[in-house]
């Protein structure tokens, strides 16, 4: 799923102190109120179909959403599909994502992605974890979102913001983002695992911020371990 607090797949994540693990029954009402402010929760990148979900989340790497979504809007309609992006050319491809950060190694790497996609699986998106992680420029995280916004799987990927809210609410504490991942897997709820990940990336770009939480606004203040918390400047 947006300025600096909007990054997906931004960086290394920070370290943040541990705090006490969030009390197992303090999870439904965390969760059971995050969906009651944001009942539908969803990805803010742009896209209409299943490759285009990719092709932004690849681009969006150490990238804003906003950033991305104002460059796909130019090429989406005139290179939407895995040829279409064959079609363009490495240099035309790079004409439309020159915006984005590291846009030449993404361009290549979408590129070839495409080139993949095309030979190896008619032009479709695979739906499993092992063959998206085999395209260039796919890792984890990007298969994750993949995998959960298209596909509707329980996965979490787990970007600064998810690290950070697992982190400093005492949800899913976690030293790194895969330790994080696991965490959340075996403890978010079943009922709230397909859209856990929005809530939480939304929670941490908009209210738990990297550099001030903004506790005097948090719906889940009250289920949360950070402390002390913040109070309204």
């Known amino acids: 799923m947006p300025g600096d607090a909007a990054q997906h797949n ?10 006490a693990t969030m009390k197992t029954e303090h999870i439904v009402p965390f969760f059971a109120t995050l969906k009651a402010a944001n009942p539908q929760p969803n990805t803010e990148l742009e896209y209409t179909t299943v490759f285009e979900l990719l092709a932004a989340v690849l681009l969006s790497a150490q ?10 809007r ?17 240099e035309g491809l790079e004409g439309y994502v020159k915006t984005i950060g590291l846009y030449r190694s993404k361009a290549r790497h979408l590129m070839e992605t495409c080139r993949i996609l095309v030979e190896r699986h008619g032009g479709q998106v695979p739906r499993t974890r092992e063959e998206l992680e085999a395209l260039p ?12 916004v298209a596909f509707g799987q329980p996965t979490m990927a787990v970007d600064t913001h998810i690290f950070r809210v697992s982190n400093r609410t005492g949800l899913a504490p976690g030293k790194n983002p895969l330790a994080v991942e696991m965490q959340l897997l075996k403890r978010v709820p ?8 929005h809530w939480l990336i ?14 005097w606004e948090c719906v889940v203040a009250q289920y949360c371990d950070y402390q002390p918390k913040t109070s309204a400047p």
Do not use: M, W
């Open 63 to 72: 990238a804003t959403d906003v950033g991305v979504n104002k460059a796909t």
């Open 137 to 148: 420029g796919v890792g984890r995280k990007t298969a994750n979102v993949v995998l959960n």
């Open 74 to 90: 130019k090429l989406f309609p005139v290179a939407g599909t895995p040829q279409a992006i064959l079609d363009l050319g490495l």
């Open 190 to 197: 079943a009922e709230y695992a397909v859209d856990s990940h």
């Open 10 to 19: 931004a960086g290394q994540p920070q370290k943040y102190p541990r705090h």
């Open 202 to 215: 939304l929670h941490g770009r908009y209210v738990c911020q990297a550099r001030k939480p903004r506790c």
